[in-house]
């Protein structure tokens, strides 16, 4: 389960930021991160911090534990499938 959790978030945040038709430098802007730092996200190669989830949260217009639900809904099908 090690990489999983990563993998998911950045799956979320995917999602999420094309739902909202938002581009990864968009999303890095209202978020007040780097474009390449919102990318390794994406990809699961960098795992964000709690201050990092909670501006990106706010950057796409839900509650910090939103985005964790989505995360976890993600997890969970994923291990159905």
């Known amino acids: 389960?090690?990489?999983?959790?990563?993998?998911?978030?950045?799956?979320?945040?995917?999602?999420?930021?094309?739902?909202?038709?938002?581009?990864?430098?968009?999303?890095?802007d209202e978020a007040s991160l780097d474009r390449s730092f919102v990318s390794q996200l994406e990809t699961g190669t960098k795992q964000p911090s709690l201050t990092t989830i909670f501006r990106l949260a706010a950057a796409l217009q839900v509650e910090a534990s939103d985005l964790l639900r989505r995360v976890e809904a993600t997890l969970g099908a994923n291990k159905a499938a």
């Open 1 to 28: 389960m090690s990489g999983e959790p990563i993998k998911a978030f950045g799956l979320v945040i995917n999602q999420m930021r094309k739902e909202l038709g938002l581009s990864q430098e968009a999303l890095a």
